[in-house]
């Protein structure tokens, strides 16, 4: 399979929502504190900064699947309506959980 047809594929939208998992687990694992936009209690620094980077990489994630879906949309949009569909469920369910 071409590169082309590969990064043109529907599916590959939803790698871009994977990074952020292993942040999570990495964060649960870690035993880290959820501070992130307080003023930042001595000791909490490295938390404070991996929460940062963890809200980031979900946010870019999340708006390269939105993009990426955006991009394709002419071609089907029962797709589209399906991607944004479990973009919202993915949202909540990290909302919930996190």
Known sequence: MHTK???????????????????????????????????????????HTYNLVMVMVFYLGVAAFVVHSLAFARRDRVWLVAKLVILVVYWSTILMFA
């Not at 043109?8 to 999570?24: A, K, N, T």
């Not at 649960?28 to 001595?42: E, F, K």
Request: cysteine-free; aromatic content about 10%.
């Open 5 to 47: 047809a590969i990064l043109q594929s529907h599916w590959i939208g939803f790698v871009f929502l994977v990074p952020v998992l292993p942040m999570f687990a990495v964060h649960r694992i870690l035993g880290l504190s959820n501070a992130l936009m307080i003023q930042t209690p001595p000791g909490e620094r490295e938390a």
